[in-house]
């Protein structure tokens, strides 16, 4: 099955600057690749989702890329802001439904004032 | 509001019981789906139902059981056969296919 690797598990930047968070995954077939948001107390939020037929997507300070040949996918998030800090969940899936979703382990983003 | 509903938020339970924790979505969603989240691990599938009266089981199934009589609630039982059932228990609700997920607020279960 799919395995995905997220990394760092923690990211802490200050406020202004850019964060990156990488994911690898091991199924080539994999064609989704959604990233969800988790606030303190609250579920995931999808924030940005890639399909293998494009290598980057941007929506305002967000952008994920792709690189299909290396496996792996990053998400960027730009002119950080305080309500940015949040844990950050990639996940990847041949998109034959959600049931093949299978999700990385995590970054827990602080933003620093 | 549609939204999706999970109860109760915080739940203590004795070795041995059974818990029900509670899903309901009025998003007319035809899917929903049941997450189990641990510290520094990504979210598990438990078990999912793409239509009423239908279920499969995820990746982590053994000692939990679910339902689905109606459209709107897919509600998850916590079996006493569930070897480490403290977590943090997410609900999903999504249209057919792949596509946006929708969760709830989560159920904490505490196994005392």
């Known amino acids: 099955g799919e395995n995905v690797e997220q990394h760092p598990s923690t990211l802490s930047v200050q406020e202004g600057d850019s964060a990156v968070i990488k994911c690898t995954y091991s199924?080539?077939?994999?064609?989704?690749f959604p990233w969800y948001k988790q606030e303190l107390g609250k579920g995931p939020q999808l924030i940005i989702d890639i399909r293998s037929n494009v290598g980057e997507k941007k929506d305002q300070r967000i952008a994920v890329t792709l690189n299909k040949t290396a496996k792996h996918f990053s998400l960027h998030i730009t002119e950080t802001q305080p309500e940015d800090s949040a844990v950050y969940f990639c996940a990847a899936s041949r998109a034959l439904g959600n049931e093949k979703l299978t999700f990385g382990t995590g970054t827990r983003l602080t933003i620093i004032p | 509001d549609g939204g999706i509903t999970q109860s109760p938020k915080y739940l203590f339970r004795k070795e041995g019981q059974n818990v029900t924790l509670s899903c309901e979505q009025n998003l007319n969603h035809d899917a929903m789906y049941w997450y189990r989240q641990d510290p520094g691990q990504g979210l598990r599938l438990i078990y999912y139902?793409?239509?009423?009266?239908?279920?499969q089981k995820g990746d982590i199934a053994e000692g939990y059981s679910v339902s689905r009589e109606k459209k709107e609630s897919f509600p998850l039982t916590v079996t006493s056969a569930q070897k480490n059932p403290t977590a943090f228990y997410l609900c999903a609700s999504t249209f057919r296919g792949p596509g946006e997920l929708f969760f709830g607020e989560g159920s904490r279960l505490t196994v005392l």
């Open positions: 199924d080539s077939a994999s064609n989704y």
């Open positions: 139902s793409q239509i009423v009266n239908d279920f």
